[in-house]
């Protein structure tokens, strides 16, 4: 059915619809499926991602609440607090951004560029946290203080994620399929960390009647906890449109290119990011889209995904946090 969103508030930050480009290279190099990426990697603001969609949203209904202030988390190099940023710079809102050390990680690439220099560009307050007990210290802190200050905070979830963020991707699920036509891909590939996406796509998706499957990749959690995620924030989101939560049983979670944890790539991940790059000049991170591209790559080489399938990979951007690897890529990639 269709999906009506005008109600909600929301604020254009994106270049919409993004590019849904067909791949015949990387196809190629896969043994047949037919590859097609869908670029939220290149809309605009901030140099892009999957957060503007949710952003449009979590930011309209701020602004309209009378916000000045907008708080949010993540990890150091977090792709959600560089759009964030970015965000709020257009809109003219104070942002603050505390970050936790959540990934086994250090050294001067990792810390002091990618979307922690970008981060400071679109002039965000940046407060660095040790563990999650100082990251709840610091934003208590940071709230006693603005509100000291007289501003009006609002508070936005890690990624974004939460009901209103994912009708961001409840409202890209009806712009891909206005893009792909009939019969349309046998099923869409994603990352899968905080949630959102994924579960406006899911929601999206079932909403709209399209008959294709989404294969969630996770890069953080279990599949068990990243299902219950997506099922969570998909009743939340249609809860906010007033409707039945559908089953959601087109939807898969794999934890085949997790590897050790979030933010640590695998070979598996750099031998996505090079064939990406080198068959089609796209540019992989090694965060989110490395991890999803590995889960792709293996499911068609062990046969999950045949040769005659047509499949979108969505890529959800995060190019600026692939230098904050630079050690690992330049290795990865010389020869």
């Not at 059915?1 to 896969?30: H, K, N, Q, Y």
């Not at 794999?254 to 050790?260: E, N, Q, V």
């Not at 591209?293 to 946090?321: C, K, M």
């Amino acid at each position: 059915m269709p999906v009506d969103l005008s109600r909600f508030a929301r604020i254009a930050l994106g270049a919409w619809p993004t590019p849904l480009e067909e791949c015949p290279r990387l196809s190629a190099a896969l043994g047949g499926p037919r590859i097609l990426v869908k670029r939220d990697d290149v809309n605009g603001l901030g140099v892009g991602g999957n957060k503007l969609r949710k952003l449009e949203f979590l930011l309209g209904e701020a602004v309209e609440g009378g916000a000045d202030t907008v708080i949010t988390f993540g990890g150091v190099q977090t792709n959600h607090g560089r759009q964030t940023a970015a965000a709020c710079a257009r809109l003219g809102l104070r942002c603050e951004l505390v970050l936790t050390r959540s990934v086994p990680r250090s050294g001067e690439a990792y810390e002091r560029s990618g979307n922690v220099a970008l981060d400071l560009l679109y002039g965000a307050a940046v407060h660095i946290c040790q563990d999650d007990e100082q990251t709840a210290a610091t934003y208590r802190r940071v709230v006693a203080e603005a509100r000291a200050a007289g501003r009006s905070v609002v508070t936005l979830p890690v990624g974004g994620s939460n009901g209103v963020g994912a009708l961001g991707y409840v409202a890209a699920a009806a712009e891909l399929r206005s893009q792909v036509g009939d019969p349309g891909p046998d099923r869409i590939v994603c990352p899968i960390g905080s949630a959102g996406t994924a579960a406006g796509l899911a929601l999206g998706t079932a909403l709209l009647d399209w008959p294709v499957r989404l294969d969630a990749a996770s890069v953080s959690h279990p599949p068990d906890e990243s299902l219950a995620d997506i099922r969570r924030l998909a009743a939340e989101s249609a809860a906010l449109l007033g409707v039945p939560v559908p089953a959601l049983d087109h939807v898969r979670v794999t934890d085949r290119a997790l590897g050790p944890g979030y933010g640590v790539p695998t070979e598996a991940v750099w031998e996505a990011i090079r064939l990406f790059g080198r068959t089609e000049g796209i540019t992989l991170d090694p965060v989110y889209t490395g991890k999803a591209a590995a889960a792709l790559i293996d499911a068609v080489r062990s046969g999950d995904i045949g040769a005659n399938e047509t499949v979108v990979f969505l890529h959800t951007g995060g190019l600026p946090g692939l230098f904050g690897y630079a050690p690992e890529l330049i290795a990865a990639v010389r020869g």
